[in-house]
C-alpha cells in the first residue's frame, strides 16, 4: 500500500477554524446567511482512541470512491479498524480489514480518479492563480486546476482539476497498479503535494486534524495501535446524539476576505493550504 471535538484551531464564538496552527481569531465570525450545511450523506463521522474526527466526502471529486467509504462504513468495515501505518509530518493510514496494510474487501477494486472535469456550474472558489493554473476550494476541498481560460478550446468546454494534499485531504491508498484501491484510505498530517495526481484525493476533516496528528506513529506501527472504534455517516446516526455540522460556503464574502487575508501575510509563500476554514460543529 502507499508507502504514504475541536481541531488544529482557533475558537471563535462557538465556531472553529480547520487549518493548520492554534491562532487568535483575526475576523469576525461568517455571518448566517454564508454558511454551508454539508449533505448528511457525505459527513463522516470517526471515534477513535485518540478522540472524534468529523470529514466531509466530496463526490464532485471521486464519485466512486466516495460511494465505496460510504458502502464500507454503512456495512461497518471501519469499525475497530487500526492505523497500522502512522508517519509524523505525513499521513496516517488505515481501513484494512486486516490492519495489516495488505488487505482489502471482496468488492472490486477502484477505478483511479486522480482528476475531475470541472465546468462553469463546479463550486470552485479561486484563492490564487500560480503558474498559469487556478488554486481554491471545491467545497471543504482544497483544489487545483487548470485555468479556466482552457475551457475555450476543449470540446467539453471544461478543464481538469485535482484535489491537492493540504493536511487533512483524506487520499485512498493502493498499490503500484494505479487502479488497485479498494478500502485503505489515509488522512494527511501535513502538506504534502507531491501525492496529487497520484493518489485519489476525495474528502477532507473538518474536525480533528489534532486527533489525527495525535495517533501513535510507526511503520509499522508498535501494539497497541490507534483505532477507529466507531464510523458513521451523520446520516444513520440517530437525531438524539446527531451532530450538527456548518461549514462556512466558499463563496461567501467572508471566505473571500480569508483569502485575502492569508494572501497578503504570506506574500510570495501563499499556498491553498494557509487558508482556513470556519466549521461550526454542536
Not at 14 to 24: C, E, R, S
Not at 30 to 40: F, G, N, S
Not at 114 to 125: I, K, L, N, V
Not at 153 to 160: M, Q, Y
Request: with cysteine; proline share 8%.
Amino acid at each position: 500500500m502507499i508507502r504514504p471535538l475541536v481541531a488544529s484551531i482557533a475558537v471563535l464564538s462557538g465556531l472553529v477554524l480547520a487549518g493548520g496552527a492554534q491562532t487568535a481569531p483575526k475576523v469576525a465570525p461568517p455571518k448566517a446567511a454564508e454558511w454551508r450545511t454539508p449533505a448528511p450523506e457525505d459527513v463522516v463521522v470517526i471515534d477513535t482512541s485518540k478522540g472524534r474526527i468529523v470529514l466531509e466526502l466530496i463526490p464532485e471529486v471521486a464519485p466512486g470512491h466516495v460511494a465505496r467509504y460510504q458502502e464500507l462504513t454503512r456495512e461497518g468495515v471501519y469499525d475497530g479498524r487500526t492505523f497500522f501505518r502512522v508517519i509524523d509530518r505525513f499521513m496516517a493510514q488505515t481501513g484494512d480489514p486486516d490492519d495489516t496494510g495488505e488487505g482489502g474487501t471482496k468488492k472490486p477494486n477502484l477505478k483511479a480518479e486522480f482528476t475531475f472535469r470541472r465546468d462553469a456550474s463546479t463550486p470552485f472558489a479561486p484563492a490564487a492563480a500560480p503558474a498559469g493554473t487556478e488554486v481554491g476550494f471545491l467545497k471543504s476541498l482544497p483544489v487545483v486546476s487548470q485555468a479556466w481560460s482552457w475551457a475555450e478550446v476543449t470540446s467539453d468546454k471544461k478543464v481538469s482539476a485535482w484535489g491537492t494534499y493540504c493536511p487533512g485531504v483524506v487520499g485512498e491508498a493502493r498499490d503500484e497498479d494505479v487502479n488497485s484501491a479498494n478500502s485503505q484510505f489515509f488522512l494527511m498530517r501535513q502538506p504534502y503535494p507531491s501525492l496529487d495526481k497520484r493518489y485519489t484525493a476525495f474528502g477532507r476533516v473538518l474536525t480533528g486534524l489534532d486527533v489525527v496528528r495525535a495517533i501513535k506513529t510507526g511503520e509499522p506501527v508498535e501494539k497497541p495501535q490507534d483505532r477507529m472504534t466507531k464510523v458513521r455517516l451523520l446520516a444513520d446516526i440517530p437525531p438524539a446524539e446527531r451532530p450538527t455540522v456548518r461549514v462556512v460556503d466558499t463563496a461567501s464574502a467572508w471566505f473571500k476576505a480569508e483569502i485575502a487575508r492569508k494572501r497578503a501575510a504570506r506574500g510570495a509563500d501563499f499556498s491553498v493550504c494557509d487558508v482556513d476554514l470556519a466549521v461550526d460543529i454542536r
